[in-house]
């Protein structure tokens, strides 16, 4: 598994002009290697000619972008590409050709012996949590989930440093989308590949990023990790794309144990007051308390007594300062 | 060179453009053997694909009429056609020809009327019935006109098929622009079979220019870019 | 045709199982040979029509004269030059297959979902890899349906070019209009019918089984 690394990718007045118009406007920013960056902002700000400037679907028009510190505007596009994996909204799934021909498509190009190949199918699809019976279906014969997690392993098969996500889990429902999120957030830490993810989802880019980019006309407009993003939002733009809610959504992102738990609180007074355990979110631990109707929660590690968390404390947390 | 000043010589014929063998006369029995042929075939098929469209059935038989349509070559309907006409009493030419082009023309009109109205926005039609329009008055005031430029491309291709295959007519001693062909073949005269080819071919193009230009003109206001 | 005759004689069927035998060969060879040769113009025209969009406009304009002008009559065209051959068959022929085939090629390769063109570039295929391992697999059915009406067609067609010496079962056809005896007309007419539906059933099952993906579900 150890065998993927991330790289770093990095922006350096990156610009992208078509003609008049400015799509991209000198966007610099790097990505740490192993970490999930997402481009996030309304539609035409940019993001998604951003992405596809990392694997030269679109050339820049000046700038540089360095992956492990390598140019990647310098050498063959075709051998670039297939080494940073792709997933795109609609999949691109190739509907004349199975699963296993679809998640063997790099490795193929690449050129790989068929035991390899054969060997590095069958450990994606237990990665990605499909059974071995799928691997002889067509696409159309997958639900959008499925085709889904077959995007995802097709862009790994190759081991790529990089990968390039453009809104992939937006054309399923809500339920699945979450499961797919977090399974992806699970594979992504489990194999350390550096993912730059576009989406106009707000949430999605919370709750996936280690950093958001914020951008707008072409712009970055902000570019932090998802919780600073939404402490200190740059201006008011950041502020009423995160949100009115952004305080609440915050709140998803602390934990019970990082709050501040008064100990020495009375624990007879807490009869009727919800357990909370230190790994609970804030958001969670919020709605346990309105819930029961409780001005406290009692904090328990396992049986241990932590505490005692007040309504009070957590609104402190809630308000957020608001952009000069 | 030489055959082609040939073949404007035997345009210059002034005998070529008299009597019931000339030029004038071949062009109007092409035309009526093919307008007559396309009527009937008109007549057939359309009031019964207006009904399926309208009512929605018979889809899967509109559309494998245009396949077997396809299916049945020309020269094999004329096959056909003329031992019925014989048996008849009706004899040769005119009428063993005229049995052979009627099934060429229907499978186009049939298929494209039969979608024409069924591909007709159905939230219009229900707009409609809601309304209050009755189904005649649907069929009428809504589907047809919508439909209308796909009825005529329908018409418009058995046309062209038609007047194209009028032209065997004359192996089974029928008149038409085929009787220059067919007799150029066989008195090895050049410029009399070049010549009918010509015609032929003019005007089969003809017919599907004007058919072209008539659906220009008769197409529903609001469903053109420019009204 | 003389009353009280039947149609279709049996015996002169049975009397003549070779000759009927050798027309049906005769027909599927002129058959094969235009589908084929206008086949392989086709994608040279729809390759040029794709690669320059400006020039797929007159080329199905020219396509679309030669599938108007009446066969007989194209045929005649030919006759002073190329004389009462094969070749002037094949011509005539091969024109008529041109219009539906790149038609449909080129609107076969069009209609590839751009987000499978999108992925394929994206994961490193090169252009030329697209073409013939995404996007012509992709584009089959429409070609494949091109090249099924396009067969029928040239099937019934080919009949006709009994006029000019060639023509396979049109010769029976002929022979019976020109002695008044249906039997062959009968024969002749029934197996191009027959002919055009069992290449078409053919075309289904080789169409079937290079395209194992619409199989599915």
Redesign the interface.
Known sequence: MAETRGATVEFRSVTKRYGDTVAVDGLSFAVPAGRICVLVGPSGCGKTTSLRMVNRLIEPTSGEILIDGENVLQGDPTELRRRIGYVIQQTGLFPHQTVADNIATVPRLLGWPKERIGARVDELLTLIGLDVRMLRRYPAQLSGGERQRVGVARAMAARPPVMLMDEPFAAVDPIVRERLQNEFLRLQRDQGITVIFVTHDIDEAIKLGDRVAIMRAGKLVQYAPPGELLAHPADDFVARFVGSDRGLKRLSLLTVGGADIDPNFDRSRLDGAPVLSPSMTLRDALAAMLASESQTGKVMDGDRYLGALTLAKIGAMLRVETPA | MT?LGDVAGWFADPAHWQGTHGIPTRIVEHLELSGLAVAVAIVLSVPLALYLGHVGRGGFVAINVANIG???????????A??IA??LGLGLGFWPTLFALVPLAIPPILTSTFVAVREVDRDVVDAARGMGLRESQILRAIEIPLGLPLILDGMRTAS?NV???A??GA??AGGAL?RF??D??ALQD?PQ??A???L??LL??AT?VSFAAFARATAPAGMTANP | MTPGEPLVRWDWVANHTGEIGLRIGEHLELTIIAVVLGLAIAFALAFAGLRLPHLYPPITAFAGILYTIPSLALFAFLVPYTGLSLLTAEIGLVSYTLLILVRNIVSGIRSVPSEVRDAALGMGYTPRAILWRIELPLALGVIFAGIRVATITTIGLVTVTALIGQGGLGYLILLGIQQFFSTPLIVGATLSVALAVAADGALVLVQRSLMPWTRVR
């Open positions: 055959l396809r299916a049945l070559p020309s020269l094999a309907l004329l096959a056909f003329l031992p014989i048996a062209v007047v194209a295959t032209t065997l192996i089974v085929g062909i067919v150029g073949l050049y079979l070049v009918g080819a010509l032929v071919a089969a193009v599907e």
